[in-house]
């Protein structure tokens, strides 16, 4: 008695059809654009997520800030901005620095603290530097660019060159003495300023009812003379075009020559946690 299974006759394996390389085409106008901005906010995230390991190793010594969440936010921003405008950031400004073009061996030596460093080595986490592509550097001052940003922004002005300025810094900023004399300033003087608040709810620890009486943070921004929009910052699409509605209306104003037409205007971006901010823009 044989104890040898029976052959089977296998059916050829059936071929899947290959994708047709105009696939893409296929997702409506506009994909490869998207696909550039998806591409940008993976690569921030990539590096967020490598300096957590780095520093949990102890290989990054000094203080490190994540960008993990708000990715949108700064590459929306910056698709708006031209290679002449100035940006300047927080102590959160990893992604702001990839998002404005610096590479990541430049940022990530410089975490190191080496020479080949964006800084120089000297800056370190907080501190990402690079005048080449006008980005004016991260602060460890809570709101401390910000009158950084209205220097910059005055400098254009009176040379007559037709930049803008923009700055970001967080919710709790808005406690800062800081904001309220840069805002104040900015809308004395007409400068092309963009002020970009990214509200993430929460001032490092604490949460912004806890440290705002008036948690409509546009309303501050419309005490100053401001147009201000509160924008999902988890949309970088929505992103995009607020920043580039409020950059086109600075430079209309700046091609009519009229100093008194040059009106400051402020972008606020929030980062909805289970609420969606209103995407209607405040008027004065």
Known sequence: MSLARPSRTRKPARKSPKTPKTAKTELGPGTGHRTDLLETMLRIRRFEERCVELYSATKIRGFVHLYIGEEAVAVGVNEALTPEDAVVSTYRDHGHALARGITAEAVMAEMYGRATGCSGGRGGSMHLFDASRRFYGGNAIVAGGLPLAAGLALADRMRGQHRVTCCFFGDGAFAEGEFHETANLAAL????????????????????????????????????????????????????????EHEDGVRRRWATRDDRAVKVDGALLTRSRGRVPPATPRRV
Do not use: I, K
């Open 189 to 244: 003087w007409n400068l092309p300023l963009l002020f970009v608040c990214e509200n993430n709810l929460y001032a490092m620890g604490t949460a912004l009812e806890r440290h705002q009486a008036q948690t409509d943070l546009t309303m501050r921004a419309t005490s100053y003379g401001m147009v201000a929009w509160s924008v999902d910052g988890m949309d970088v699409e929505a992103v995009e075009r607020a920043q580039a």
